[in-house]
């Protein structure tokens, strides 16, 4: 499953964040994702919350941010929001605009993390 081998890339990204910054556990993690990345949704939140046992974050939630597809469009000399990604035409002018400027990313944006010293202050 294609999903889960990302959704364990994403993981061992975050892992390694929080690592570095001292952190316990690892509460969200906010990751945007192209409406062009090939990658479902649904079956990467499924496969994410597989992937999180037993590895510092469990119980926490994938918060995706869905981006869509900018393209350029040379008679608008603009880059423009496509509506849909089955046709890809200027939505303003109706040329077609090959030239994809974003929305295939899969990009690890935040973690929201706990740290001990933190956990130590709430505790008081
Ligand atoms: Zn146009």
């Known amino acids: 499953m294609h999903e889960l081998s990302i959704a364990m890339s994403i993981i061992e990204g975050a892992s390694e964040e929080a690592l570095n910054r001292g952190a316990e556990r690892v509460h969200a993690v906010h990751l945007k994702l192209g409406a062009l990345s090939g990658v479902v949704k649904d079956a990467l939140l499924f496969s994410y919350d597989l992937a999180c046992q037993g ?6 939630v994938l918060l995706i941010e869905e981006v869509p ?5 040379n008679t ?22 090959p030239k994809v400027v974003s929305g295939k990313q899969l990009e690890l944006v935040a973690i929201e993390i706990s ?7 709430a505790s008081l």
């Open 55 to 60: 590895t510092p974050l469990e119980g926490s």
């Open 69 to 73: 597809v900018v393209v350029y469009c």
């Open 76 to 97: 608008c000399e603009a880059e423009k929001t496509l509506h849909s990604i089955q046709r890809f035409c200027c939505p303003s002018c109706g040329t077609l605009t």
């Open 115 to 121: 740290e001990a010293s933190e956990l130590a202050e």
